[in-house]
């Protein structure tokens, strides 16, 4: 069964909208409220400003980019992303090798990433 990130969105927004209706009743049945206290927590960055050009913040961007080009393009066509490159079921082998060639990627960036630090 292949469900499209339509389909996925579509049941998230009615399970968003009954917690929210939920949360509405129950907040107007409540009788009493505690006060909340507001602390404020001090947070510091540990990342500088300057290197905003390194190669894991723009591989960062791309990958946002690209998630998003691939939401549109399923909203716009009613297919799932590899429906359109004319692959209905994914052979194992294909699916086994992507996954593979993602996870070394990954673990080069990570490793590549915590050696500058």
């Known amino acids: ?31 009493q409220r505690k006060p909340v206290s507001r ?3 001090p947070v510091r960055c540990e990342q500088s ?8 913040v723009w591989l960062g961007r791309l990958a946002m980019v690209g ?10 066509t009613g297919k799932g992303l590899l429906e359109n490159f004319g692959l209905t079921t994914p052979l194992p082998t294909v699916a086994l090798a992507v996954t593979g060639l993602v ?5 080069v960036f990570i490793f590549q990433s915590a050696s500058k630090n």
């Not at 996870?103 to 673990?107: F, H, N, P, S």
């Open 103 to 107: 996870g070394v990627l990954t673990a």
């Open 1 to 31: 069964m292949v469900i499209t990130a339509t389909k996925f969105f579509y049941h998230y927004l009615q399970a968003l909208m009954a917690t929210a209706s939920l949360h509405t009743l129950i907040s107007r049945t409540s009788l």
């Open 39 to 41: 602390t404020l927590v």
């Open 49 to 56: 400003t300057q290197g905003g050009n390194s190669l894991d």
């Open 67 to 76: 998630f998003a080009v691939a939401i549109s393009v399923e909203i716009a």
